[in-house]
T-cell receptor
Framework: NAGVTQTPKFQVLKTGQSMTLQCAQD?????MYWYRQDPGMGLRLIYY???????DKGEVPNGYNVSRLNKREFSLRLESAAPSQTSVYFC???????????FGSGTQLSVL | EDKVVQSPLSLVVHEGDTVTLNCSYE??????LLWYKQEKKAPTFLFML????IEKKSGRLSSILDKKELFSILNITATQTGDSAIYLC?????????FGAGTRLTVKP
């Protein structure tokens, strides 16, 4: 049982380049989330998807777009990367209320 | 705006000490509060709290929620070096899961 699979694990981009972070879960969860983690900032919610076909902005959505391709997959796209987007990105999925979040292993992204 | 505030932001103790980590929240439509431990990579789940006054325990760790005063505490007794980590609390409000900034705990031998 793979849980939440997140790719890539590491990525280096130049300012202005674009890329997509992929996330897939095999637990049949309805809700999926994208967080970023910067030193001293905890986890900040970028976007979430409460169910297939819906997406909503979180605390820090600027500079990002998301796609809930199907129930399994939730991708995060940086259209024009900026150094301020250097961070560790986590995808998570969740069955719903009164359950715990399941996290992917994270993506270390550096934008030069 | 919903927010989750943890204190202290960092803490250094010696093995055997007892520590208390704090988490306060201001969240509309609050449903539950969760504690996670983060070492090198992704956070790992510790507790979920939904009702006031009911202590959850797991070994040397325990946690309790006060829904009237809007806070939770995480206690760790007889700390060990393996407890060194970032401890995160998060609130769920019917839509999303918001995290605090975390408490970085360092346990020295």
């Amino acid at each position: 049982n793979a849980g939440v699979t997140q790719t890539p694990k590491f990525q280096v981009l130049k300012t202005g380049q674009s890329m997509t972070l992929q996330c897939a879960q095999d637990m049949n969860h309805n809700s999926m989330y994208w967080y970023r983690q910067d030193p001293g900032m905890g986890l900040r919610l970028i976007y979430y998807s409460a169910s297939e076909g819906t997406t909503d902005k979180g605390e820090v959505p600027n500079g990002y777009n998301v796609s809930r391709l199907n129930k399994r997959e939730f991708s995060l796209r940086l259209e024009s990367a900026a150094p301020s987007q250097t961070s560790v990105y986590f995808c998570a999925s969740w069955r719903g209320a009164y359950e715990k979040l399941f996290f992917g292993s994270g993506t270390q992204l550096s934008v030069l | 705006e919903d927010k989750v505030v943890q204190s202290p932001l960092s803490l250094v103790v010696h093995e055997g000490d007892t520590v208390t980590l704090n988490c306060s929240y201001e969240v509309t439509n609050f449903r539950s509060l969760l504690w996670y431990k983060q070492e090198k990579k992704a956070p790992t789940f510790l507790f979920m709290l939904t009702s006031s006054g009911i202590e959850k325990k797991s070994g040397r760790l325990s946690s309790i929620l006060d829904k009237k005063e809007l806070f939770s505490i995480l206690n760790i007794t007889a700390t060990q070096t393996g407890d060194s980590a970032i401890y995160l609390c998060a609130s769920y409000n019917n839509n999303d899961m918001r995290f605090g900034a975390g408490t970085r705990l360092t346990v020295k031998p």
